[in-house]
């Protein structure tokens, strides 16, 4: 059984920078972060396959957001940078046993999920 706890969430303000860190214990292929605000689905932010670090984005996070697992640790990590106003929302991180690349930004593909931890960007 993989358990994902996340930490990091917060406040800043817009073009600032935040660092969120998801403790893995577990064996996992494919890891991920989503975020979701109240009244809209979960939407996958980014993802990456562990046996090569493949690494996907959402279009709006491109440029601004990095992926990073360190497997030494065992940690998941998500550095954003030159935040938005609408980067606001509840962000969890996810991870499975296996993975099509093409489908790493999709709820479906994990079965495991963190709590969450909320991340506040202001004008």
């Known amino acids: 059984e993989v358990q994902l706890v996340e930490f990091g969430g917060g406040s800043v303000q817009a073009g600032g920078s935040l660092r969120l860190t998801c403790e893995v214990s577990?064996?996992?292929?494919?890891m991920a972060w989503f975020r979701q605000v109240p009244g809209r689905e979960r939407e996958g932010v980014a993802g990456?396959?562990?046996?090569?670090?493949?690494?996907l984005y959402a279009d709006s996070v491109k440029g601004r957001f990095l992926i990073s697992k360190d497997n030494s640790k065992n940690i998941l990590r998500l550095q954003m940078d030159i935040m938005r106003t609408e980067d606001t929302a509840m962000y969890y991180c996810?991870?499975?046993?296996?993975?099509?690349?093409?489908?790493?930004?999709?709820?479906?593909?994990?079965?495991?999920w963190g709590q969450g931890t909320q991340v506040n960007v202001s004008s």
């Open positions: 990456i396959r562990e046996r090569d670090r493949l690494a």
């Open positions: 996810a991870a499975a046993d296996w993975c099509r690349a093409s489908e790493m930004l999709f709820q479906k593909t994990y079965p495991y």
């Open positions: 577990g064996e996992t292929y494919c």
